[in-house]
């Protein structure tokens, strides 16, 4: 069984945890103080570290600190009391996996050190991940013939059968509730309930009532109690899609559902326990919503868990010719033509794969059932696909100003790739092609997802 450091100044509460945690079968090794704890590291072979973040002589932050610049690379959680919130956001993002606020109960902190267990065993799975993409990973109605959704699937594969919490980012039109979809139906809730909900697509006034329900009275029109989508879920799965939309006052009773699994229905007083695992997805930069203030980064590194990044069609044009293969069968069958409609000409395939697809694969799907709903013909010609461009009123070609099908951020996105490409990946020859200083590149890099490592 692994190993589990315990750092903690107060001897009653450590050997509480020890007991606790050795009843579920761990090791314990335990430390007054960060000093022995950093010597025990160095020492004793350890799987996860349970740290204070108040400790006498250097502090919890500082062991955290240390223990990075070490190399030590497992995960370490931090306790802190309830009104320093912000020191354990500040703990978390000099690299501590999960943190839990003081006073807690075992059951709490059971649960958080098996999840960041999982957590770290699928991290070292994932160390493999792309010699293990020679192995074809493959789930019903998802095409993924790409490395790039090849290699998706593969962290779906890993991260379906932990209770971790999962971010999906991407595009609109992606296919997010797809993959939603199968991490649940590869997971071990997979017999339970699939609930999905869109925050856009709800009032504000009433997401509040949609996710955790009211009581009888709690407002006009509520003659009768109802259960919220979190209730609905209990021993399943709930996707909560655009979390980037969710309004202030909501984002706090998600951290606490996050945290302690328990809320109150709205006009209720009695709290409700729930064993839901949350699926959440946006197409919105989390990041950049932090920074002006209106995402909680509390809710944020709770959500990040296991972040997983859709491309957009654009980036994994091999998949085109599947996807339209599939909806082709699928919408030539729907509207009784399957037998006169049998394929898809070269001419048109090639025309759908030089389109830029702004809008993924859902405008991918829209545009192979239009075709399917106007052919004459046995197959789908290139005549019959008709594509939404982006033009101006004279549909001129000198008059354009941005390629067909594509916005200004997309068509900034397509610059820096090819100035990364000219230069070589030297990230400060990138920005000199691009007339940008270092910083201006770095902070545009982040946007996209590019990793910016030393490469100058």
């Known amino acids: ?260 699994r328990e809320f109150e229905r709205l006009g209720g007083t009695r709290t409700i326990k729930v064993d839901v695992r949350l699926i959440a997805a946006t197409n919105r930069d989390l990041r950049a919503a932090l920074e002006d203030g209106t995402f909680r980064e509390d809710l944020y590194y709770r959500l990040n868990v296991v972040p997983i990044d859709i491309p957009p069609l654009r980036e994994h044009k091999e998949d085109i010719s599947g996807l339209a293969n599939l909806f082709l069968a699928r919408f030539a069958k729907n509207s009784g033509r399957s037998e006169n409609i049998t394929g898809i000409s070269p001419a048109a395939m090639q025309l759908l794969a030089g389109h830029y697809w702004p809008g993924n694969v859902r405008e991918l799907q829209n545009v192979i059932e239009r075709a399917c709903a106007l052919a004459q013909g046995g197959q789908l010609e290139a005549s019959d696909i008709q594509l939404d461009s982006r033009r101006n009123r004279s549909g001129t070609v000198s008059d354009r100003f941005l390629p067909d099908g594509m916005t200004l951020d997309q068509w900034e996105d397509e610059m820096i790739r090819e100035a990364l490409k000219r230069a070589g990946g030297n990230k400060s020859q990138a920005a000199r092609l691009l007339g940008l200083s270092r910083n201006a590149l770095r902070y545009r890099l982040s946007k996209i997802g590019i990793d910016d490592n030393d490469g100058e």
């Open 1 to 260: 069984m692994p190993t589990i450091l315990i750092i903690e100044d107060e001897a009653k509460m450590r050997r509480l945890l020890e007991l606790n945690l050795g009843d579920d079968g761990f090791k314990t090794l335990s430390a007054g103080d960060a000093e022995t704890g950093l010597k025990l590291l160095a020492s004793e072979p350890v799987h996860l570290v349970l740290t204070d973040l108040k400790l006498p002589g250097i502090s919890g932050l500082e062991f955290l600190q240390t223990a990075k610049r070490q190399n030590f690379a497992l995960p370490i959680v931090v306790m802190t009391a309830f009104g320093s919130v912000e020191t354990a956001v500040e703990a978390m993002k000099a690299g501590a996996s999960d943190y839990v606020l003081k006073p807690f109960s075992l059951a709490e902190m059971r649960m958080v050190v098996h999840k960041e267990l999982d957590n770290s065993r699928l991290r070292e799975e994932n160390r493999s991940l792309r010699e293990a993409l020679g192995h074809k990973y493959s789930h019903p109605n998802i095409v993924a013939l790409s490395p790039k959704m090849q290699e998706v699937l593969a962290t779906v594969e890993r991260v379906a059968t932990t209770n971790s919490t999962v971010l999906l980012g991407g595009e609109s039109g992606v296919g997010k509730d797809l993959i939603a979809r199968a991490i649940h139906e590869k997971s071990r809730r997979a017999s339970g309930p699939f609930v999905k909900i869109n925050s856009t697509a709800i009032p504000e006034n009433l997401l509040e009532s949609e996710l955790f329900g009211y009581e009888k009275g709690a407002f006009t029109g509520a003659t009768t109690s109802k259960p919220g989508k979190f209730e609905l879920a209990d021993k399943g799965t709930l996707f909560l899609d655009e979390i980037g939309d969710v309004p202030p006052a909501i984002q706090v009773k998600l951290l606490r559902v996050l945290q302690e």
